[in-house]
């Protein structure tokens, strides 16, 4: 089973429309989690910390449910520059050189 | 503020030629560096990472290696690139944030090897 796992996508959108995409982790002492954009050819990005509280940035929503190991990222209004891959990334603890483990990424395509 | 450079921006190789990547942080001191591939289509593996001048762990064997010269400095070489070894190439660095470390990532290497 893979640490980290991402539905790969693609998920192909209309603009204005609202995406989800969920990630699964394995490892239960897990402490962190992100979510991360990256563009075609380019370095991920940070997006968003996520938050066992929930969090929102805009149009960006991320939850966790530690209890079923359970991440997501809520995208609303999507627009044409959203479209990337989002990875979903878990920190495993702090000690170790704090080591993320990416997932391999969703592919997101906005349309009009 | 930070920033983090990687040079070149692309590279191509010849099969069996050395390979040297440098990346440098600024604004910070002591970070966490990490060394990543991604080959096309392909999740991001780590391949190295140091806590400090000179300490180096690397995550999978291969014949690709990493120094620490400087606080600020982390390079990646090869001896003898292989085929295999083409890649887009990111390094990173960690920042303390509350109680959690986000990680950030420079611009990236891409690399063919022919």
């Known amino acids: 089973r893979k640490e980290v796992e991402q539905d790969p996508g693609p998920f192909n959108v209309p603009e204005g429309a609202t995406v989800a995409f969920n990630c699964t982790y394995s490892?239960?002492?897990?402490?962190?989690f992100f979510w991360y954009r990256q563009d075609c050819r380019k370095e991920p990005k940070l997006l968003m910390s996520v938050y066992s509280s929930g969090n929102e940035d805009g149009r960006f929503t991320a939850q966790l449910n530690r209890a079923s190991q359970y991440i997501s990222l809520l995208i609303r209004d999507s627009k044409l520059s959203d479209s990337a891959t989002y990875l979903c990334v878990v920190l495993l603890g702090t000690g170790g050189g704090n080591k993320l483990t990416f997932g391999t990424g969703t592919q997101l395509k906005v349309e009009l | 503020s930070q920033t983090i450079h990687q040079w070149p921006a692309t590279l191509v190789q010849p099969v069996g030629s050395p390979l040297s990547l440098e990346c440098t942080v600024e604004?910070?001191?002591?970070?966490?560096l990490y060394w990543y591939r991604q080959a096309a289509g392909r999740g991001l593996q780590l391949l190295f990472y140091?806590?400090?001048?000179?300490?180096i762990s690397s995550e999978v064997p291969q014949n690709l290696s990493a120094s620490r010269p400087q606080d600020r400095q982390f390079i990646l070489s090869s001896k003898k690139l292989l085929l295999s070894d083409s890649g887009f190439y990111l390094c990173?660095?960690?920042?303390?944030?509350?109680?959690?470390?986000?990680?950030?990532f420079g611009p990236g290497t891409r690399l063919t090897v022919t």
């Open positions: 604004g910070t001191s002591n970070p966490n």
């Open positions: 140091s806590v400090g001048i000179g300490q």
């Open positions: 990173a660095w960690t920042r303390l944030a509350g109680e959690s470390y986000e990680q950030y």
């Open positions: 490892n239960s002492a897990s402490q962190s």
